[in-house]
């Protein structure tokens, strides 16, 4: 099997997609509980998961493994599992503070430009803004939620200014909120 999620079988798909709002969003879903850092445990959620799918120890850690986002990291032992980053949930997945590049960018639909143009880019029901180290990645994003328009980030002003972005080590950049003034479009 090649990597990305669009090489995974339909199967795996939407158990990826279950784990992903389990994770990041539902956890009481299925009655998980995670720690304050967001870890499950592995065991516990393969044993939450059987009745909506018959998930293996080998098919989560294919799920984690191909998943072209890189949703989902395991602890070094192999019994914990967190989604990295896009949690709706108060969790602490333990960013630590980066100096970003002087530009980053945000892919979204045309249907958001309004507000964004108002308002800025604000994380909305999760707890930080997501941006993009490259154009590419950005309009892949957008073409999520319908015609893609990407902004540039100002990120280097941002952070000058005091603003504080995180890496995730899936490479996604973080930080609370992007006002107007750092926006082009």
Avoid at 117 to 123: R, S, T, W
């Amino acid at each position: 099997m090649t990597q990305g999620q669009n090489s995974m079988p339909k199967i795996l798909m939407r158990m990826s997609k279950f784990v992903s709002m389990v994770l990041r969003h539902k956890p009481q879903e299925i009655g998980l509980k995670l720690d304050e850092h967001g870890w499950a445990d592995v065991a516990e959620l393969l044993e939450k998961m059987q009745p909506r799918h018959a998930i293996t120890m080998e098919m989560l850690e294919e799920i984690v493994r191909t998943n072209n986002k890189q949703r989902f990291s395991f602890d070094e032992s192999h019994t914990k599992i967190r989604a990295n980053q896009g949690h709706t949930i108060e969790v602490d997945v333990e960013l630590e503070e980066a100096i970003p590049p002087e530009i980053l960018y945000h892919g979204t639909g045309e249907k958001s430009v309004a507000a964004i143009d108002e308002k800025g880019l604000l994380p909305m029901n999760r707890l930080h803004v997501h941006l993009s180290g490259d154009e590419e990645t950005a309009i892949r994003v957008g073409k999520r939620h319908g015609k893609p328009v990407v902004y540039k980030v100002k990120s280097g002003e941002m952070s000058r200014d005091g603003y504080i972005f995180y890496l995730s080590v899936n490479n996604v950049w973080l930080t609370k909120e992007v006002p107007v003034k750092y926006l082009e479009r």
